[in-house]
């Protein structure tokens, strides 16, 4: 009886062995971002190109013939949740992150990532810093920098309106502030003084003080470094005010909802933005699967598809998904991506290229942007 008893013990042992080994045979990538808050549609772009881009690998047999399992991290753009979201994907087993959205999230998250040995790379985070001072080779970014989006806005500001009154104002995040900042410093390298330069916070609903100051300084022109609903609420608190302001800002405009939250005061508002994905040959049939299911692929969709395609490469390339692997194939590798055609630098930026500029500018017109 109690051998009998032994090897019912044995065999439930070698079934949950076997179970777990199942599970291990699945490849953990996981999607990070602001999934809920103030920012979470920006999470919903990140969470739709990363679940079609499952969708699509696991149909064509998954990558090295194992399965792709997709986790989901919110962390609703905050730097202390950022970091519980990077150690609890760490351990569910995640080999792969394409996240985070936010700089300031992107930042500390890496930090967690690079000391556990999982290679990131952000679709969306733009702060220098993020490759600048990351504290391992697992750092990358498929998106442009605050320091190129900032030399086209500058110039552009100082070339456009020369002899007008230009207000920079920022929301104090690293995003928000990098952005300002790099403005700021080539817009008076290229012979342009600002009339004001402010911080505002994030989050608030009323920024009547705010507009008031800008209307009694005379301001023409205003650039906004920081995110759509606080850009989108000063448009209409500006024109409540009976002020006619050029707004220029940056790629955290880049959904319909800054439409919806300004209304017609956002007539004519200019961002900067890659050239968009959706009307590349080589997204074309992506952004078909996008529009049949029902979904716009706008904004940081295709970045966030274009992430985990280099992910995907790398991988076969390597026929490995660890770490070291990783990071060899992507620092030696041409990528083919929704995006065109991706090549990393020694910090894991994006290589630019004159035909295909990371940066151009946007305008806003009867509810919807356009390149201008």
């Keep these: 009886m109690l051998s009998k008893f ?22 953990v990538v996981a999607s990070a971002g602001p999934m809920s808050g103030d920012l979470a549609v920006f999470g919903e772009q990140l969470k739709y190109g990363a679940e079609m881009w499952v969708k699509d690998i696991n149909a064509k047999g998954g990558i090295n013939g194992q399965k792709v399992v997709l986790e989901i991290g919110d962390d609703a753009c905050d730097p202390k949740q950022a970091v519980a979201v990077a150690n609890k994907l760490v351990g569910m087993g995640a080999v792969f992150v394409a996240g985070h959205f936010c700089s300031g999230s992107s930042i500390p998250a890496s930090q967690v990532y690079s000391e556990a040995g999982v290679v990131q790379v952000s679709p969306a985070s733009t702060n220098p810093d993020f490759t600048d001072k990351a504290k391992g080779d697992n750092v990358f970014r498929v998106c442009g920098r605050d320091d190129q989006q900032g030399e086209v806005a500058g110039k552009w500001i100082a070339d456009k309106y020369k002899g007008k009154k230009v207000a920079i104002i920022h929301d104090k995040t690293a995003y928000g502030k990098g952005l300002a900042d790099e403005t700021k410093k080539n817009m008076n390298a290229a012979g342009l003084k600002e009339t004001m330069y402010e911080a505002y916070t994030a989050g ?20 906004i470094g920081g995110y759509h609903a606080e850009a989108g609420l000063m448009a209409r608190q500006m024109k409540d005010q009976g002020m006619s302001v050029q707004i220029v800002s940056g790629d955290a405009l880049v959904t ?14 200019l961002m900067t933005f890659g050239p968009d994905p959706r009307d590349k040959a080589s997204a074309k049939a992506i952004v078909q699967k996008f529009e049949s299911a029902g979904l716009n692929p706008e904004g940081y969709v295709l970045y966030s598809y274009a992430a985990l395609q280099v992910f995907e490469q790398a991988a076969t390339k390597a026929k490995s998904v660890k770490s070291k692997d990783l ?19 020694k910090k894991g930026d994006v290589i630019a290229t004159k035909e295909d500029p990371l940066y151009i500018f946007y305008k806003f017109s009867k509810g919807s942007y356009a390149p201008l």
């Design 6 to 27: 032994k090897k019912t013990i044995s065999l439930i042992a070698t079934f949950l062995m076997l179970g777990n080994f199942a599970v291990r045979a699945d490849i």
């Design 256 to 269: 319909q909802e800054y439409w919806n939250i300004s209304g017609d005061a956002g007539e004519g508002t």
């Design 204 to 223: 608030e609903k009323d920024y009547s003080a705010l507009v008031s100051k800008l209307k009694s300084n005379g301001v023409e022109v205003l650039y």
């Design 327 to 345: 990071i060899n194939a992507m620092r030696s590798t041409s990528f083919d991506t929704v995006l065109g055609k991706i090549n990393f630098d």
